[in-house]
């Protein structure tokens, strides 16, 4: 299941950016939101001179799991701590 609706639709590292800022907003703290925006933004730079499309391809979509897996994470943390 994809953090947030859409990310069906990212097909250029643009989009791939702008979705996973988006993603950032649903971290349950701002020092987690700066911390992935930076990574994010890091990420982001180091790959600029990826010229090949799959590899593009390959990037976007490992990118979307990682934000679903970071996202499922801190929603599981979030809900225990809550349950205690």
Known sequence: MPPLPGAELVRTPVHLYRYLLRCCKQLPTR????????????GYNSHTDEDDPERIQRIILRAISDADWILNKYKNTVSRAWRR
């Open 31 to 42: 020092a987690m939101q700066q911390h992935y925006q930076h990574a994010i933004r890091q």
